[in-house]
């Protein structure tokens, strides 16, 4: 989906929306989807639902174009650079019979034969692209499990010709790990989702579970601000740390990457 918070779509297209006023980017070619400005987000002063505001516009690049940029930074083999491609809305993908999944596969194979100079994964809110993922994964590429919120944000599913939002309770259990470990080689979810406001483990089992499943748990997207004024410390840093240290998580992704660049954060580097 093109929203006018992300691109200028309406400015360049304004006859291409749908019946329902939205605008598709698989209705567009990419010479078309390249005349747009992508508007960044950055999670900053938490001025919409998603903490986020907008900053100065830039262009829009394809995945072939971000291998470009990895080969200039993979100089020294010794500090990889990781890629990870996140995939949107695959179900309404499906629906338009266009494979989405498949698509970045295959774009991220090839790259890797002709180059294998930085550490490549895909992170899906949607398990069932990722299952069929699976099923042809080189193994070179990781898979992430993204679990968000029961409000269809992300993924629908169609039952008995209703769109009904996936719910992804089960993913809270030991059983339901234990699925996602046979295609994925870790999950991602918001640290609130397992923390209460105190910066505590409400599910103290979780991250255990996970570990010995073979999983690793991201915090996606990781806000600093979430434990602002509790005990776990009083600056970014401080909170990270909590993070990774004291709960456990493996990793962060985080548009607050300034706060655990080395010389900023001792503790972070994670």
Known sequence: QLGDELTNVAEIYPDRARADGSYYSFDFTLAELKQLSHRQ????????DRGAVQTPQFPVVSLREVFGYLDLLANDPADRPTLVCELQ?????????????????????????????????IASWDPEELHNLAENNPNAIGLIQLIGLNDGAEVMN???????????????????????????????????????????????????????????????????????????????EDR?????????????????????????CQNCQR
Request: overall charge negative.
């Open 41 to 48: 987000l950055s999670a900053a002063d938490g001025l919409d």
């Open 240 to 264: 990270f740390a909590h993070l990774l240290f004291t709960i456990g998580f493996d990793g962060l992704v985080t548009s607050r990457d300034a706060a655990i660049r080395p010389g900023r």
């Open 89 to 121: 809305k695959g179900w309404l993908h499906r629906l338009e019979n266009k494979d989405l999944g498949g698509t970045a596969m295959s774009l991220l194979e090839n790259y890797l034969e002709s180059a294998a100079r930085a550490d490549l994964y």
């Open 158 to 236: 169609l039952e008995f010709g209703q769109l009904q939002p996936y719910n992804y309770d089960l993913m809270f259990t030991r059983f339901g790990l234990k699925a996602v470990s046979g295609y994925a080689a870790a999950v991602g979810l918001l640290p609130q989702t397992l923390l209460n406001a105190s910066g505590e483990l409400v599910n103290p089992n979780y991250l255990d579970d996970a570990h010995t499943l073979g999983l690793k748990v991201i915090g996606y997207d990781a806000d600093p601000g979430y434990l602002a004024g509790s005990a776990v410390g009083q600056t970014e």
